[in-house]
């Protein structure tokens, strides 16, 4: 079965800093790549998501992310964080033939102004 | 666009009772979908529905949960008898297309704690 990963559970930054959380699954065939976002008292909410094509992807607020099928990778990005992206970050996946999401644990993202 | 609509938003129980979610997907999304959020943890899907039909149920624990779409609309989940271990963010969510990168829209969950 696929799982999804991610490595950084609580990332602290000041604003204006960079950003990048890690994201890997574990699955041979073809995938669907996303990821969530939760900000305080808010539902859940995608971020950006990557079916084919160009493997770097952007979605809203800056965020970008970049497939990397040899690493089995789906890393987020940011360049400079602001208090606003203080959140809870989740990768997910999509397996060929399936609609539901399979999700990470999360990364709870913390920026200090 | 209203969006997934879940209630109640809180309930809290003691083991071995019922309870009973609500969800309203968003108005012609075909697909449903129940996920659990234990704390600290992604969200997993329990089940998912297409129009009132079960398309995948395998991570739904049957002999205490259960769920249904009349009408291929608003759907319920059901938990009889609760456990300790069923304290969790229960999410709904929904999606209009019958592909495999179809968005999926959540809605605010309701957070069930069982004492």
């Known amino acids: 079965a696929q799982s999804v990963s991610q490595h950084n559970h609580h990332v602290i930054l000041s604003e204006a800093a960079s950003l990048e959380l890690g994201c890997n699954y574990s699955?041979?065939?073809?995938?669907?790549l996303f990821w969530y976002v939760q900000y305080p008292g808010q539902h859940l909410q995608l971020l950006l998501k990557?079916?084919?094509?160009?493997?770097l992807v952007k979605g809203i607020k800056g965020f970008e992310a970049e497939f990397i099928k040899s690493k089995f990778s789906f890393n987020l990005r940011k360049p400079s964080v602001q208090w606003s992206d203080t959140a809870e970050y989740f990768c997910?996946?999509?397996?060929?033939?399936?609609?539901?999401?399979?999700f990470g644990s999360g990364t709870r993202l913390q920026v200090q102004p | 666009e209203a969006g997934v609509a879940q209630s109640p938003r809180y309930k809290i129980i003691e083991k071995r009772q019922s309870v009973a979610f609500w969800c309203n997907p968003i108005?012609?999304?075909?697909?449903l979908y129940w996920y659990q959020q234990i704390l600290g943890q992604g969200p997993k899907l329990l089940i998912q529905f297409q129009n009132n039909g079960v398309v995948d149920d395998s991570q739904l624990p049957k002999d205490r949960f259960s769920a249904e779409r009349l009408k291929g609309v608003d759907s319920t989940l059901k938990i009889q008898p609760a456990k300790l271990e069923d304290s969790a963010v229960y999410l709904c969510a929904s999606s209009s297309g019958n592909r495999d990168n179809s968005e999926q829209f959540f809605g605010p969950g309701t957070r069930l704690t069982v004492l």
């Open positions: 990557y079916f084919s094509g160009d493997p």
């Open positions: 997910a996946v999509i397996v060929t033939g399936r609609r539901a999401l399979t």
């Open positions: 108005s012609g999304h075909a697909t």
């Open positions: 699955y041979g065939g073809t995938v669907n």
